[in-house]
């Protein structure tokens, strides 16, 4: 087929899009690739560190590469590959241009036919295998893309991948699913288990507690069955007197949580006993946070009747 570009402006919908896009099938999407690196075993290493991957057969003089690997040979890492076709690249603007502009990976197979070994040079091969006819999803509506690249060594074929994603309109489901901040979700509610059920029970009785080992008296925060210092099990509380300074602070922009209004600061407060606890700082917007400023503790009771430590900034504090 021909990639002229502007061989039909029109935006191709139903049968005629169908057809457009079968005609893909079959066309190269990568000829004759070269793996930027051989085979080699820093990054088998890496690979089975992420993993967790302790088999024997991963290292050691005759080590093989992780079969699941296969991919990461062929990729192209932040500067990519040269000499791309355009066969792949406009096909995904068909779709765009038919409002599938959405995209998801929805699966992977692999083949193993030969065990890569250091030193393997790897070259690779793409096709556009198949694309499917319309499909209705929970995402929305669109069409699978299924690519299948051959990894050589010499003339040898070591495996094959198959890669498929789906292109697809984003559904009404999709829109519903936004947070509606008219119907804001209640916050998270604290984790409240046997090692800090003390502490939450002072916050429930507007008092912050820090644990004390009672035999070397050193204070800690979070509250933990344990003393960090000298391993002792045994324990008191003293009662904070609530101030504070900010230790070191971020400020939220991502991932937008529900019962959130980011941007909004988190900060590590030192308290004046020496402990940090993490808080939110009250009473001052969010870039007006500064390490070192001084701020007091209060109790804050949130709409589903949760109540917080918080802190707020002395120089607003009344
Ligand atoms: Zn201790």
């Not at 080590?63 to 590959?81: E, F, I, K, R, Y």
């Not at 076709?85 to 599938?100: F, Q, R, S």
């Not at 001084?294 to 918080?310: A, K, N, T, W």
Request: proline share 8%; with cysteine.
């Amino acid at each position: 087929m021909s990639y002229e570009p502007g061989a039909s402006h029109e935006v191709a919908t139903g049968d005629a899009l169908e057809a457009r896009l079968k005609a893909y099938e079959g066309e190269p999407a990568a000829v004759a690739r070269a793996g930027k690196d051989a085979v080699n075993a820093p990054m088998i290493r890496h690979w089975c560190e992420a993993m967790g991957d302790t088999n024997p057969a991963y290292s050691g003089p005759d080590a093989m590469a992780p079969p699941t690997m296969l991919q990461a040979w062929t990729m192209g890492g932040l500067s990519g590959h040269s000499g791309r076709t355009h066969a792949y690249d406009e096909l995904l603007g068909l779709l765009d241009e038919a409002g599938c502009t959405s995209v998801v990976a929805t699966d992977c197979e692999q083949e193993y036919l030969r065990p890569l070994r250091p030193g393997d040079e790897i070259t690779f091969d793409s096709v556009i295998e198949s694309v499917s006819e319309r499909k209705t999803t929970k995402l929305g509506t669109g069409y699978f893309v299924t690519t299948r690249t051959d990894i050589h060594v010499g003339t040898d074929l070591a495996g094959t991948h198959r890669f498929r994603i789906l292109k697809y309109t984003p559904g009404r489901r999709a829109e519903q699913q936004q947070p509606d901040r008219r119907q804001r979700p209640p916050r998270p509610r604290p984790v409240v288990n046997r090692d800090n059920a003390g502490f939450w029970e002072g916050v429930r009785r507007r008092s912050l507690l820090i644990q004390r080992c009672t035999d070397c008296g050193t204070l800690r925060h979070p509250w933990l069955p344990g003393c960090n210092a000298c391993g002792g099990l045994e324990w008191d509380t003293v009662e904070a007197s609530g101030e504070g300074t900010v230790y070191s602070y971020v400020v939220m922009h991502h991932p937008p949580f529900p019962a959130f209004d980011p941007p909004y600061a988190v900060v590590l407060v030192e308290l004046a006993e020496g402990v940090r606890m993490i808080s939110n700082v009250v009473g001052v917007p969010y870039d007006k946070v500064r390490i070192g400023m001084p701020v007091r503790l209060e109790f804050q009771v949130y709409d589903d009747e949760s109540v917080l430590p918080v802190f707020r900034a002395r120089e607003e504090a009344a």
